[in-house]
């Protein structure tokens, strides 16, 4: 199973979900659309993790493969789900971290405050397993988030599995060396029993 979030004022029919649903034969994909701006932090992320428990939940016989693949401010709840579900697999993409300073302008002083309290609670409770499932895709020439200040110090040191991404904007498209990465991270799901790839 899936779980892809976009960014800021995208949706759930975006290029990604499009790429999942191609090359990720086999996997139930939720692509689900979020109003960053009016909807509560909190509420979101127990929205994403609602699809996510019920794969790891021990009723289905064990953990399925699961996977969050996050871009932009989606890469914020990418992590989070990464860190609340152990054994997810996130993947971000030219991830916003610090929502609440990149994109502080458009969203309410409450939500800004609430996007820091999630960070605060999340980023700094991994351990080994977390490290392993986490992998990080910036593009070097990303024009809206700077990774240097924003992303890699709220990354667990000594994360192996960050890719640089040469000549990647902020919106950079999966082609050439970034669909090879994804392809060797997403791999088919272990229970053959899950339907085609699909948006629900």
């Known amino acids: ?4 979030i976009h960014g800021f004022r995208g949706s759930g029919d975006n290029s990604k979900y499009k790429w999942l649903q191609k090359n990720a034969a086999g996997h139930v994909i939720h ?7 009016n909807e509560d932090p909190k509420s979101i992320l127990g929205r994403l993790l609602d699809y996510a428990r019920p794969y790891m939940a021990a009723d289905v016989g064990g953990q399925l493969d699961i996977y969050a693949v996050g871009s932009s401010f989606g890469g914020f709840y990418a992590r989070l789900l990464n860190i609340a579900c152990r054994g997810l697999v996130a993947i971000l993409i030219n991830p916003s971290l610090a929502p609440f300073l ?7 002083t409450q939500d800004c405050k609430a996007y820091l309290e999630l960070a605060a609670e999340y980023f700094y409770e991994y351990d080994d397993r977390t490290n392993e499932n986490l992998h990080v895709l910036i593009g070097d020439s990303d024009e809206v988030i700077d990774h ?3 992303t890699l110090p709220l990354l667990p040191p000594g994360l192996s599995q960050v890719h640089r991404i040469k000549g990647g904007t902020h919106r950079f498209e999966i ?9 060797s991270i997403v791999k088919s799901p272990v229970r053959r029993g899950e339907v085609p790839a699909r948006r629900v």
């Open 148 to 150: 240097a200040k924003m």
């Open 175 to 183: 082609a050439n060396e970034v669909e090879e990465i994804l392809r």
């Open 102 to 108: 990149t994109v502080k302008d458009y969203l309410k």
């Open 1 to 4: 199973m899936i779980i892809n």
């Open 31 to 37: 692509s689900p659309t979020i109003d960053y701006e």
